[in-house]
């Protein structure tokens, strides 16, 4: 009877140790075996992200801003750039669908063609911001940026007045990419303003999305219309494509207004090529779409609109915003 108690008590020993003791030299982390007394938020928030492209400085500020608000509210970013292929963009939500990510924020390539996975992913309890592109479905938490419609008719309204000022008929051209939901927001806004203008002509819309077309669209603009008075670029390349056709043309008398500035462009404005810009705030958008998506993961309702302001930036005030 002690033999057969000594070996059960061994046994059980043996047991103990066991459940102590790590399978993998002490190299398996405890964190893999759940325990209790770790609380379920405390688990790491993870938030997917599909921008529209990082070949364009505006968005690499916009992905700069997120990285920025995720490190200083410690959460993980997974960022896929689709570069403006709306299958890619469709496929990397569904990735990370499968992932289980947290939350999902989304500047959309074309913001009809991501409604399906959107909607899917909302079903899934998955929370989704969007950036930039409003994104037509009830479904969306929020929508974070620029009120595109407004900030078009923002820059007409300030083009409006210089044109009264100077009293003389004008000719506009306009670089744009029609595919762009954003850019035809901005171009509607535009023509809303100018529609009752005396004297304003404008020019059917051209196409321009990267610098090289758009410079080449705006040497054929120049060369069938050699009085053209100005020229509505509605993105950051078409902006430097148009500069740097007038440039090359050595042209003084036309000039440009149009959307989101850059160091080459700040430039221009000093230069008297170019007129005014509205100055959207992207790194501000980055870091307000991380916040909200965090605050969404945690159950807050948010506002379904968040617009973030922009400036209108020309030769008075471009110095406080680029310096030399």
Do not use: W
């Amino acid at each position: 009877m002690v033999k057969k108690v000594s070996l059960l008590a061994m046994a059980a020993l043996v047991s103990i140790m066991a459940g102590c003791g790590s399978t993998g030299g002490g190299e398996q982390p405890a964190a893999q075996t759940p325990s209790a007394e770790a609380p379920a938020d405390k688990k790491e928030i993870t938030i997917g992200v599909s921008t529209a492209t990082l070949r364009h400085q505006f968005f690499i500020d916009i992905d700069n801003g997120m990285k920025k608000a995720a490190e200083e509210a410690g959460v993980k970013l997974l960022v896929n750039d689709p570069n403006l292929d709306l299958a890619k963009q469709v496929s990397a939500v569904e990735d990370y669908m499968q992932k289980g990510v947290d939350g999902l924020i989304l500047l959309a390539v074309d913001n009809a063609g991501v409604v399906p996975v959107v909607e899917e992913a909302k079903d899934k309890g998955i929370p989704v911001i969007t950036a930039d592109s409003v994104v037509p479905s009830d479904k969306v938490d929020t929508f974070i940026g620029t009120e595109n419609y407004e900030a078009g008719k923002q820059l007409g309204e300030h083009l409006k007045k210089q044109i009264e000022a100077n009293g003389k008929d004008v000719k506009i051209a306009v670089v744009t990419h029609v595919q762009s939901f954003v850019q035809k927001e901005r171009l509607n806004g535009f023509k809303e303003v100018l529609a009752d203008a005396k004297g304003v002509e404008i020019l059917n819309d051209q196409p321009g999305y990267d610098r090289e077309k758009s410079m080449a669209t705006v040497e054929n603009i120049l060369q069938a219309n050699p009085d053209v008075d100005y020229i509505y670029a509605t993105a950051e390349n078409s902006v430097l494509g148009a500069l740097a056709a007038l440039e090359s043309a050595n042209n003084t008398k036309t000039k440009i207004v149009g959307f989101d500035v850059t160091p080459e462009a700040a430039e221009g404005i000093r230069n008297d090529k170019i007129l005014a810009m509205i100055q959207q705030q992207p790194e501000k958008i980055g870091e307000e779409a991380v916040k909200a998506a965090i605050e969404a993961i945690n159950g807050k309702q948010l506002e379904k609109n968040i617009s973030i302001p922009v400036i209108l930036m020309d030769k008075s005030n471009v110095d406080e915003y680029f310096k030399k």
